[in-house]
Each structure stands twice: as structure tokens, then as C-alpha cells.
């Protein structure tokens, strides 16, 4: 059998490869350096804001980090979204249009996962995992959803938040994720208003942008 060993070549060719194999390590190590320098200063500046806010939950090594701001913000504006829907279905505008808009600024529908129970859903259509059967329950017109009637469609012409506790006790943050709890209230044209237990799970994207993974409402319970 002939062998390797009688080629000139064999040897200067293993010398280039363990140079070129040297180069590349060295190459990668330099990366890491590199890589490791910038999540320290990121660390560093997200362990400030969990020192400012006085975050207890963060994960460890937290490279995002989401304000308390930034989630009463978020909230706000979805109570805002809900009124601007049927305030242009009455106006005659393309309230389907925004509605569809909504879900995918405030949803991560586009981007990823929803869990989302509304709080008027029922049997096998109780939960909505999907775009289609979130916008079918805000602005109904859906012959999947033929229960769906549109509950932004009221028009409700008001739509506050409110979180569990005093100050942010109802917001917990874990890095590029918060969890709320507490109540929204809505109330229609003729001044009646709901309230209705609400639970919202936001994320925070690549882009900087809030959006909602788990949507969690429901009537209050009342003993009989």
C-alpha cells in the first residue's frame, strides 16, 4: 500500500495547516475578548437601571432590560388602541385596518408566540394563538368566529389601567420581559363602565418596542 510519507509535499503542507490552524485560534480568542468586553459594559449598564429601579427579579446576566415606564406606557397605550378601533368604525374609517396594526405593534404575533384568553371567549375558541382569531375578537366579521361580535366595537369611549399594589408593586421585570396584573376599566357611550382582571406579559424586541406574549383578561368573579 502506498503511504503518505513518500510525498515531499506531506510535511510543508502539515506546517502551513498548523500555522493557518494557530492564526485561526488565535483569531477567535481575540472575538472573545472582544465579545466578552462588550457584555461586560452592557451588564453594566443594565445592573444600573436594576439599581435606579430597584429590580430584585432580574435574571442573571440580563443584557435588555425593560423600564417601569416603558410598561405603563405600553399599557396606556393599549387601553388607547381600543378606543381609537371603534372610534373609527363610527367614524366610517378603516377600523379593520388599524385594528390588524395594533396586533402587530402591540402584539408578537409577527414576531413569535401570543397566549391570549379575551375576556369574552369561550368553548374551543376561549383561546386566540394566532392573528386571525385576535383581530376576529376585536372587530368580529369572521365566519370562523361567528360569536365574535367586535368588543372594540362598542364603541367604548374610555379605557383605563390599573396595576395590583401601590406604585409598580403589580409590574415584575425579569430583564427584556415584565408581567403585570391588574384591572382595566372601559366605558361606553351611554357612561356605563366594566371592569374587567387583566394579566399582560410583554417583551421587549430587538427593535427597542414592547410587545405582548401572554394576554390574560377576565370578569371578576361575584359569590352568589
Keep these: 500500500m502506498t503511504t503518505m510519507t513518500g510525498y515531499p509535499w506531506v510535511k510543508p503542507l502539515g506546517a502551513i495547516a498548523t500555522i493557518a490552524l494557530l492564526s485561526a485560534c488565535t483569531e477567535v ?15 453594566d449598564k ?10 430584585v427579579y432580574v435574571e442573571e446576566g440580563a443584557q435588555d432590560i425593560i ?16 378606543v381609537r378601533i371603534g372610534q373609527l368604525k363610527k367614524e366610517g ?41 385576535a383581530l376576529a375578537y376585536f372587530v368580529g366579521g369572521d365566519p370562523d368566529y361567528p360569536n365574535d361580535k367586535g368588543f372594540a366595537l362598542t364603541p367604548w369611549v374610555k379605557a383605563r389601567y390599573g396595576n395590583a399594589g401601590n406604585k409598580n408593586e403589580g409590574i415584575q421585570i425579569y430583564g427584556s420581559v415584565a408581567i403585570t396584573m391588574g384591572n382595566v376599566w372601559v366605558t361606553n357611550e351611554a ?26 383578561s377576565a370578569l371578576p368573579y361575584k359569590p352568589s
Design 191 to 216: 357612561g356605563d363602565e366594566v371592569m374587567v382582571d387583566k394579566t399582560w406579559v410583554f417583551k421587549k424586541g430587538k427593535d427597542g418596542k414592547l410587545r405582548i406574549i401572554v394576554h390574560k
Design 67 to 82: 423600564t417601569y415606564d416603558e410598561v405603563n406606557a405600553a399599557q396606556q397605550a393599549w387601553c388607547d388602541a381600543l
Design 93 to 133: 374609517g378603516d377600523y379593520r385596518a388599524f385594528a390588524e396594526q395594533v396586533l402587530s405593534e402591540a402584539y408578537n404575533y409577527d414576531q413569535g408566540k401570543v397566549f391570549f384568553k379575551p375576556t369574552l371567549a369561550f368553548g374551543d375558541q376561549t383561546f386566540r394563538n394566532d392573528k386571525k382569531g
Design 46 to 55: 443594565v445592573q444600573k437601571v436594576i439599581d435606579e429601579l430597584g429590580l
Design 29 to 43: 480568542v481575540e472575538q472573545a475578548k472582544e465579545v466578552k468586553a462588550v457584555v461586560a459594559t452592557t451588564n
